[in-house]
């Protein structure tokens, strides 16, 4: 069975502080995908990233970035500098390869960046 | 190109109403997923449909929810006689093929419904 933990359920930062979010999955697939989406107060659910279970090399884009080890199976979000924009509710979920296997999402994380 | 649409953004039922939710798919996607997200939750998939067809609805309630994705119109997803424990947000994801292959879901920016 796939579960995804996110075991951070809220933390705050002061802005321009690195942060970094948890993310552990299980799952007995040896192909897989990971995903993190980000949920502003807004509501809306905004797509980050993607990352198939091949494919251990650690992504950067812009202030974010993400290490991916399957050894500890998990796949963290690291946000440098933090901003105010970036309070919002951070979700990681997981696809199997099983089929139509839709995506498993953890509990979230509530980043809070304060000024 | 649109992105995923969704409405109501918010809708609001008394006890035993029904609720019906909409969602319009990217142009192009023919994979749709719905899912739920109590409040303070994750997002729990309910249900994924291609056009015309239920794919998986091994998260749907047994009882009081359908969905259906007709061949031309929206997705809908309904809820009858709604309770209390239906309030939530639910949201919608299209996708142009299955999950898995080297693409992403668009989800819709959902419904928030509220039984009063």
């Known amino acids: 069975a796939q579960k995804v933990t996110q075991a951070q359920t809220e933390i705050s930062v002061v802005e321009k502080e690195d942060v970094t979010l948890d993310c552990v999955y299980e799952t007995r697939d040896t192909t897989y995908y990971l995903f993190w989406y980000k949920q502003p107060p807004s509501g809306e659910l905004v797509f980050l990233i993607r990352?198939?279970?091949?494919?251990?090399q650690n992504e950067i884009s812009g202030r974010y970035s993400w290490n991916f080890q399957k050894s500890t199976s998990s796949f963290n979000f690291t946000i440098t500098a933090s901003q105010v924009v970036d309070s919002a509710v951070y979700f990681c979920a997981l696809s199997e390869n099983s089929g139509n296997t839709p995506l498993v999402f953890g509990k979230g994380t509530r980043l809070s960046v304060i000024a | 190109n649109a992105g995923v649409m969704q409405n109501p953004r918010h809708l609001v039922r008394r006890r035993g109403q029904e609720a019906r939710l909409r969602c319009s798919p990217m142009?192009?996607?023919?994979?749709v997923y719905w899912y739920r997200q109590l409040p303070e939750e994750g997002l729990k998939f309910m249900v994924y449909l291609q056009k015309e067809n239920i794919i998986d609805e091994s998260g749907m309630p047994k009882e009081r929810f359908s969905a259906e994705f007709p061949k031309e119109g929206p997705s809908i997803l309904r809820i009858q006689q709604v309770v209390r424990g239906d309030s939530a947000a639910y949201f919608c994801?299209?996708?142009?093929?299955?999950?898995?292959?080297?693409?992403?879901?668009?989800f819709g920016q959902g419904t928030r419904l509220t039984v009063v």
């Open positions: 994801a299209s996708s142009p093929r299955d999950l898995f292959i080297n693409t992403e879901a668009f």
């Open positions: 990352r198939n279970s091949f494919d251990e």
């Open positions: 142009k192009g996607h023919s994979h």
